[in-house]
């Protein structure tokens, strides 16, 4: 149903047409064109799905308010093939791009294969969207005055996290410049860049599209100042795959000494600054629902939250991400907007989804290249069942090199070298012991399955996701 204020502005419009254009010339598609949504993506780095707790407003203004997606995941967990998979679609085999850093990736390689020549960012800047970049870009974007085609704005962040000391740059808009650590949090300064739009650009008349993206949680996890000392008394989650007591059934390439005291000690401290870490950017969905809300605009923009990739705290004895376990893989995901209902739903959704999806919103049809598919038809009240949708995707890694499926009851690994991986994820949700050597016809079935994703494209791609 359309909301008294969209009724209110058909009719102005309605009214405008008839007054200004001869009978004969109006155009079928203008007033839809004229209501085309606005679109703000907040994209977190490093962020599990267990931490997200701690985000009160993310609760009441997010998921309270629109979808969680249960079962979301990345299908290569790390930051830059994650990232060049959000903005293109495609899986990072056809990407190309499958590391952080040169030969497998990075900015360089994103901008020199032509990858940023159509991104979600160009599709919708040739519609007409105004196109905002706020933070992490690829990793190895440093000392630049290069700004990535479609990107009307653009306030990228230069360098890796805080390597050198407390100043931070970030290229705006083709100039660098220079903050300081200790007189703005980097989170914050995004957070009034991205208020300061929605207050005052609005898009110049135009819809927007904005992508929020802060470097928070990541390691070191920068805490503001008005957040130090919160959670100081949360201990670590202990999962019963945390320091995972029987590792026989894990590959040589995963297998490593059980985390000692000390170690555990500096992952609860890594922990706890990262929730703290956290609260800015909660405090950043806030103050840009708020902005959107005050401006008149929220009910006419779509919000995404989500992160690049999740994060092992111990599990299997592994602290990073890139493995293909559930905590590495597993990523928050929420959608509200309008015509979103409320509600939490266990279909599977991928991040090559979100380029197609953001297109869909935005009435852009997405280049024949896209692997993913868009999850509009999810958000809504009617929606294909569970066994309708996709049943399994791809999930792969160069460093170390693997390749899997993750389908709604599995998960079946591939490792270079021969050894393989077998979770029956309702029975072992923790993943704690492969069945790789008893259930071999699972295995077998599963590997035919991946065998289909491994070098797929396009529609082959969302065939070979189905049953
Ligand atoms: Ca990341
Ligand atoms: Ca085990």
Not at 411 to 436: C, F, K, N
Request: with cysteine; net charge negative.
């Amino acid at each position: 149903m359309m909301s008294p204020l969209k009724l209110f502005k058909a009719f102005m419009l309605t009214m405008l047409l008839v007054v200004i254009l001869p009978a004969g010339q109006v155009e079928p598609g203008l007033a839809e064109t004229r209501e085309r949504p606005n679109i703000v993506f907040i994209l977190t780095d490093d962020l599990d799905t267990g931490s997200v707790s701690v985000m009160p407003k993310l609760e009441s203004l997010l998921i309270e308010q629109g979808t969680t997606f249960n079962n979301a995941f990345v299908t290569d967990p790390l930051c830059c093939p994650s990232r060049a998979t959000f903005l293109r679609g495609q899986y990072s085999h056809n990407t190309k791009i499958a590391g952080n850093s040169p030969p497998e990736g990075g900015h360089e390689k994103f901008q020199r294969l032509g990858l940023d020549r159509s991104t979600v960012a160009t599709w919708l800047d040739d519609a007409g969207y105004d196109t905002v970049y706020l933070g992490k870009y690829m990793n190895g974007y440093d000392d630049t005055r290069y700004v990535p085609p479609g990107w009307d704005r653009w306030f990228g962040w230069l360098g890796n996290y805080y390597g050198s000391g407390r100043e931070y740059r970030l290229n705006e808009n083709g100039h660098i410049n220079s903050y300081d650590l200790d007189r703005i949090h980097d989170t914050d300064l995004l957070r009034d860049k991205a208020v300061h739009y929605v207050k005052n650009q609005k898009g110049d008349g135009r819809p927007f599209f904005m992508y929020l993206a802060p470097n928070a949680p990541h390691t070191p996890a920068y805490v503001a100042k008005r957040h130090e000392g919160m959670f100081s008394g949360r201990s670590l989650p202990r999962p019963p795959s945390f320091n995972e007591e029987d590792i026989s059934d894990k590959p040589e390439v995963v297998k490593r000494p059980e985390l000692s005291h000390g170690e555990v000690e500096e992952l609860g401290d890594l922990y706890r600054k990262r929730l703290a870490a956290l609260q800015s950017v909660d405090g950043m969905v806030n103050d840009v629902v708020s902005a959107l809300r005050d401006t008149g605009q929220l009910d006419s923009t779509y919000i995404v939250f989500t992160s690049d990739n999740g994060f092992l705290f111990g599990e299997h004895r592994r602290v990073e991400k890139s493995l293909p376990y559930e905590e590495s893989i597993r990523v928050p995901f929420i959608v509200r907007g309008p015509g979103v209902s409320t509600q939490k739903i266990d279909h599977l959704v991928i991040n090559n989804d979100f380029a197609p999806t953001v297109a869909e919103l935005a009435g852009v049809a997405p280049p024949g290249f896209v692997d993913g598919k868009s999850f509009v038809p999810l958000l809504g009240r009617e929606k294909p069942r569970l066994g309708e949708w996709r049943t399994g995707f791809l999930v792969e890694h160069v460093t170390p090199t693997y390749q899997a499926i993750r389908t709604n009851k599995y998960t079946y690994v591939e490792w270079s070298g021969g050894a393989t991986e077998l979770y029956d994820l309702e029975a072992d949700p923790y993943q704690l012991e492969s069945r790789h050597e008893t259930a071999t016809l699972v295995a077998t079935t599963l590997s035919a399955r991946l065998e289909a994703l491994r070098g797929c494209e396009a529609a082959q791609c969302r065939a070979a996701e189905r049953d």
